[in-house]
């Protein structure tokens, strides 16, 4: 029988059952959300020869609770571990995890993987900095999202590089571990590199770089021996992506990507030059961001909040993107081209890409009628935001955008001073 609550937690389903947990979705009054609630067995945590290895794990996920704030990972939110009780509490997540995209016959299409793939470097590029190696990436701990996005799943077997306390080795999930995984060597976030590697292999190809009969059989070929290339499986494939799989799967560290940084970077110039064009991925988006002034202070989570809240659009040259006397309640940045400020039919000036305009309406709280009409003067891509959609995003989002917008007003000043002097 199911129980009606778990401490505060009032029980609505279960999610799912392993041999050594069960997951039960769950809602939590106090703060008013879902969570999925994952209760350890007692007979597991009890077994004479693996539960303290169990209590391990256990206790090394519930460390991380508040600790890895990222769109792409999932939070971890509670904890109880005690000899009666024994669970962890973490953000529900609607969707399933990406193992059925491993199979020829369900194969997710190629941007999406390279999207996907992107998203979980730079989500493992945040782990890593903050002192903690995954050590078991695969399909299975990659969430889906109804919406389409992804999140990074089950932190137990992580190896946290900032304690001092001893690390359990021969942790995993053998077909994706790393060469110097297997052979028990310390392991550094090259080790999760290889294993995302090993995920893009499965998720573009539907099959595993290394097959055999038995773990020893597996083991050694992940040590002696070279997988095919996806292109061997699936020829249609780019010849840069096999590439890019290839180094990430690399047996020797120095010839592995050794940052994630250097990973997300071929990922996301594959993305811009060799992706199909109908549409702008959230990849090049991120990117785009990332290299416009008016981001530069912000981190890898607020350009993420931005894409989150903002609606991309691209407009021929002569576009009325604002109009002189009109109420507006939303800004714009621009992501590339130019736009012409002009008054009363005078021109006032022209911005370029990573300049803002109509944010009045925000600094304001509310629809203020514009001062100035701003034309697209070559094709533009622009990020549309409301001001009620900052409002709500995450205080360190709002504090880089109220930074950005100082900056810019500063900038602006500037140029006023410098064209007074100018017709003096």
Known sequence: ????????????????RGATSTVYLAYDAFTERKVAIKVFNDSALSDPEHGHKYRRLIANEASLAGRLNHPHIVGIHDAALSQDKCYIVMEYVEGGTLEKYGQPESLLPVEKVVEIAFKCA??????SRNGVIHRDIKPANIM???????????????VLTRSDQTELVGIGSPAFMSPEQIMLHSLTQQTDIYSLGVVMYRLLTGR???EAESGYALSHKIL??????????RPALPPRLEQIVATAMAKKLEDRYARWRD??????????????RETVSETEKFNTMRNLPFFREFGDIELWEVLRISVWGRMPAG??????GEEGNFFFILADGEAKISKEGKTL?????????????YIRKGATTRTATVTANTPVTLLKIKPDSLRNASENCQSRFNQAFLNTLVERLTQANIQLANMQ
């Open 208 to 210: 595993m770089p290394f």
């Open 349 to 361: 000036g022209i911005q370029g890409a990573g300049q803002c305009f109509g944010e009045m309406c």
């Open 144 to 158: 889906m999202c109804e919406n389409g996005d992804v999140k990074i799943a089950d932190f137990g077997a992580a």
């Open 224 to 233: 002696n021996e070279k997988p095919p290339g996806i292109r061997a499986l």
């Open 263 to 276: 990973f997300a970077r071929d990922i996301s110039n594959f993305a811009a030059l060799e992706l199909p």
């Open 319 to 324: 576009t009325p993107l604002v109009r002189e």
């Open 1 to 16: 029988m199911e129980p009606a609550s778990i401490d505060k937690y009032e029980i609505a389903s279960v999610l799912g």
């Open 122 to 127: 730079l989500a493992l590029d945040f782990a």
